[in-house]
């Protein structure tokens, strides 16, 4: 049986391929001159598909200038547990027209499954409570800012990155420090040409829907929301200056990850990710939070669908997959049988 390839520009519908812009259209540099704090504010709105940009963003040169070989296998994993399976799809949250078509084995897994599990699901419901607890805990109230919370030499740094992207200090003043943060890294990600909706875990939200397959999720709204705002405000700080040093090696970093996952090499994934732990100790429980903890909880969830007799795909952002601490080897070390896919590739 052949099954239709997913998401290709000459086949699949240009609203599931690239719903923004039309067909063959590539994102241009954004000028950000003159921005206002509303739109910075926006930045509230994509939030889950940041936060493995957080995690990884630290690793930039960890294989810059590596050759990445193929590997012969999809960054995909079947998990069996009686009459269950789990499809494990590693995802990139941001894309590049480049990353489609996919793999026949990925769209033969999805073609086959019965559910699609995401991290979370943001429809229009979700949509406007992320934006609500992120503008409740991103969004300084008045009589505070940005200025008043910081040391001056952070303030001195973050000035400078503004200049230098023709924005000021003031149009991020009412901006948490790490929403400040995550705001500064989706612009340096759409400038390196990178694009949330060919993001993997949103192309497949939308093929879902088109097949009317039921949409589970791994997290929630709240939990995803609370992962950047808790903390300290040490650690958010922090969390900004660390977030200042990497944002020239962005886009090395987002290009190493998805050549690294179109040759399907989890572990060139793994030293990415493991690269970004930072010396600072003060972060650490920001990590264990933002990676860590997550994945013990998704290991938890996606190991009740184990227990029925259903097929999931589910998409996961790559990061989470694999490593010592990946929901790969948590599964496996349970005693779920799985393994990694290998590719079909096109004829």
Known sequence: MRYAPLLRRDTFPVSCFAPDLPRGTMV?????RGARMSGFCRTRKRIHVLLLLVAGVCAAQALAGDEV???????LWRVRSGGATVYLLGSLHFGKPALYPLDPTIEKAFAESEC??????????????????????????AGESLERDVAPDTLRRLKEYLESRGMRLADVSRLRPWLVAMTLMQQETVRAGFRADLGLDKCFLKCAVAAKKPILTLETVESQAGIMADGTREEH?????????????LGEM???????????????????????????????PALKRLRDDRNERMA?????????????????????????????????????RIEQLDKTGRR
């Open 28 to 32: 241009a540099e954004t000028s950000t």
């Open 69 to 75: 070989k193929d590997t012969g296998k999809c960054l």
């Open 116 to 141: 699609l599990v995401t991290e979370v699901n943001l429809n229009p419901a979700n949509q406007r409570k992320l934006d609500q607890l992120t503008s409740a805990r991103g969004v300084y109230p």
């Open 237 to 249: 700080e922090l969390a900004l200056r660390h977030m200042l040093d990497q944002l020239p090696d």
């Open 254 to 284: 987002m290009t190493a990850v998805t050549e690294a996952w179109q040759a399907g090499d989890a572990e060139a994934i793994d030293t990415l990710s493991r690269r970004y732990r930072s010396d600072d100790g003060r972060l650490a």
């Open 300 to 336: 938890r969830t996606i190991e009740g669908f184990l227990e029925t007799d259903k097929t999931y795909f589910a998409v996961v952002g790559c990061m989470h997959l694999v490593g010592e601490k990946g929901i790969v080897r948590l599964l496996r070390s349970r005693g779920s």
